[in-house]
């Protein structure tokens, strides 16, 4: 197997990389708050469409946030107008947000199904040891 020694490409490294910041933290505290709610005893299958949309709105807004302070600041579209990003973007958007969305709910998903298992594991355990 051979290795491939190129170098790395900074088209990507511009001004508009501390953007990175706010996308991420879009992302975290959208995480961060819908475990939280996961957490209730009333979580139930049925709050599934209220995830996905959330998961939707912040994915949409991180990406909104990275990819338009890299066409803002990045200095490689000046001659691009703000309605020819919107078109160029229109293009891509929708795999984006779609591969968050499988991702985010492959993952709950899995925790719904073994949140269950793992819960009475642990009881299992703490009743192991009351004894």
């Not at 001004?15 to 009333?42: E, H, N």
């Not at 299958?45 to 990819?67: Q, V």
């Amino acid at each position: 197997m051979a290795i491939i020694n190129e170098p790395s490409s900074s088209y990507c490294v511009s001004p508009a990389y501390i953007f990175l910041l706010p996308t991420y933290a879009v992302m975290w505290i959208t995480g961060r708050d819908l475990a939280a709610s996961k957490q209730t005893p009333s979580f139930k299958l049925g709050k599934i469409p209220e995830f996905t949309a959330w998961l939707t709105l912040a994915t949409i807004l991180a990406f909104l946030i990275s990819n338009a302070s890299f066409y803002w600041l990045s200095g490689y579209f000046k001659q691009l107008s703000w309605i020819d990003y919107a078109v160029r973007v229109a293009d891509y958007l929708p795999t984006y947000v779609g591969s968050s969305l499988v991702y985010g709910l492959a993952g709950l998903l899995a925790i719904c199904l073994f949140q269950p298992l793992l819960s009475r594991d642990a009881k299992a355990r703490t009743d192991m040891d009351e004894d």
